[in-house]
């Protein structure tokens, strides 16, 4: 741990049990329906409540399946260190496969899946980054443009927007980017609308949501393949994940087909599109209510780009408050409140047996509010990031908002980036105000958002800019 950090974790008294035990089960359980209500009115008050009671793991059932709920860092070692052939992410996201499409991601072998999103590394090194932040703040600064001098705006949708238009130029490519407007954002929506319940459960049923996500993904296939044909006979290679997939060859030396770009492409959009909006979205509510560390914010903006400096990728990585701010709203609210893994051969985590068949969660939402781990955990602190506290810095499973082991997330930087792009441009040229009460999550989507309408007011400030 950095010798600049103070912060020591506390850590609850842990049963020492005979090998085997079965994990504790959540009191309240309903015949056939188990704690469904609960977990559908609120779920993290009722997994909250798990772990107070329970402690590490803890066992509930939602109709026929049954699930145990990993909660505390040194569980989520375990769960995240687990071979794929005990704790088995493939098992859980099928409902993703007539999205991205067959023979990708979570339809091929843990070891294809990582071969294939692993061509997209070397688009995303410092060089690219660079000029991720140049478009993040292009895109950004145009966005506020069209917003004119005051007004009223939704959040949620207004970051869906931007981030769509964001993460098309940066992750796929420039044409991408150029049609949103002209079609594939309206295929993105559809395909989008294919993640539901329903669809959770049985992805394959002919219903006229999961019609409409076929047509989608269909018509985004034709789009990007355009695109690849374009490219081909233009001989044009510009720097994005599309080229970078258009080049790369398997080990067995087999160049991807294009229905296999298109898939791995709508896989980096899924997993990094509306979950960035979400994050955007809270970190702006986040700072709204909380005036003193927002003017620090604004201090930092005016000592960093005091130079009159354009925004870039090294600016951006200065601005260490605005940073924390994010960490901190990602700890409040991470955007993915569980990630879950099917149990495929029992397993034992001190004494306890959690047997096959079992459906196994770590509940970021859960996990970030533990006191033995944050102080004064309902509290937006940002400054708990910084020395001397560092409370992330005690374990690295402590923040888990972008998970962790073999299925981290690989945007995890990218994110980052782009919600201080977003909010260093917004801040300078806006006065934000929220027109109606803090939003309470609404937990009836995949990606944990406020509830909505959630609506500010905005005034261009009268200062001059603070970079070019
Ligand atoms: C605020 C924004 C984001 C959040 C909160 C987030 C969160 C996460 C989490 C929690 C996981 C692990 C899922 C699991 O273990 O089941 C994950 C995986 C992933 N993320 Fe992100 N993510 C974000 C942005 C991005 C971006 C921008 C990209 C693309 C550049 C991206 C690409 C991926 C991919 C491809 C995976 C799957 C990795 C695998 O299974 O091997 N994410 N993300």
């Known amino acids: 741990m950095d010798r600049q950090c103070t912060w020591q974790p506390g850590r609850p008294a842990q049963p020492s049990l005979p090998a085997g035990a079965a994990v504790p089960e959540l009191a309240g359980g309903w015949p056939l329906i188990g704690h469904l209500p609960g977990f559908q009115k609120d779920p993290i008050s009722m997994l909250s409540r798990g772990w107070r009671e329970q402690g590490e793991l803890v066992q509930f059932r939602l109709g026929p399946r049954e699930f145990v709920l990993f909660t505390g860092p040194e569980a989520h070692d375990f769960y995240f260190g687990a071979p794929e052939e005990q704790l088995n992410a493939k098992a859980v996201y099928q409902f993703t496969v007539p999205i991205f499409g067959r023979g990708v991601a979570y339809d091929v072998s843990p070891e294809l899946m990582a071969e294939q999103l692993g061509f997209l590394f070397p688009a995303l090194r410092a060089a690219a980054m660079r000029r991720f932040a140049r478009i993040m703040s292009e895109e950004t600064t145009q966005f506020a443009d069209a917003l ?6 939704d959040l949620p949708q207004a970051m869906n927007e931007l981030t769509v ?10 044409e991408v980017r150029d049609q949103v407007d002209a079609g594939f954002a309206e295929a993105y929506h559809d395909l989008q609308k294919g993640i539901n319940t329903l669809g959770f459960f049985l992805p394959k049923l002919p219903t006229a949501a999961h019609r409409s996500r076929d047509r989608a993904r269909r018509r985004v296939a034709r789009i990007f393949g355009r695109i690849m044909a374009d490219r081909r006979l233009s001989g044009a290679r510009p720097d994005d994940f599309m080229q970078a997939l258009m080049h790369a060859q398997y080990s067995d030396g087999r160049a991807l087909s294009d229905d296999e770009i298109t898939g791995i492409l709508l896989t980096v959009l899924f997993a990094g599109q509306h979950t960035s909006a979400v994050l955007a979205t809270w970190t702006g509510l986040e700072l709204l209510r909380a005036p003193s560390y927002l003017a620090r914010i604004r201090q930092e903006l005016q000592d960093i780009y005091r130079d009159g400096e354009a925004v870039s990728f ?8 605005l940073e924390h701010a994010v960490r901190e709203s990602e700890r409040l609210h991470p955007p993915l409140i569980m990630l879950i893994r099917k149990v495929l051969k029992p397993l034992q985590y001190r004494g306890y047996a959690v047997p096959a068949g079992t459906m196994a969660m770590v509940s970021p939402a859960v996990s970030h509010r533990l006191p033995h781990v944050f102080a004064d955990p309902g509290r937006f602190s940002p400054d708990r990031f910084a020395p001397p506290a560092c409370e992330d810095k005690q374990h690295r499973y402590a923040l888990i908002g972008f998970g962790g082991g073999k299925h981290q997330c690989m945007g995890k930087h990218f994110a980052y980036l782009q919600l201080k792009a977003i909010w260093t441009v917004l801040l300078d040229r806006f006065d934000f105000e929220l027109d109606t009460g803090f939003p309470a999550p609404n937990y009836g989507s995949w990606v944990t958002g406020p509830v909505t309408p959630c609506r500010l007011r905005y005034r261009r400030r009268s200062q001059e800019s603070v970079f070019q």
């Open 148 to 153: 004119g001098e005051n007004g009223q705006v």
């Open 165 to 174: 238009n964001i993460a098309s130029r940066c992750l796929i490519g420039q």
């Open 314 to 321: 090294e600016k951006l990585n200065q601005q260490v408050r």
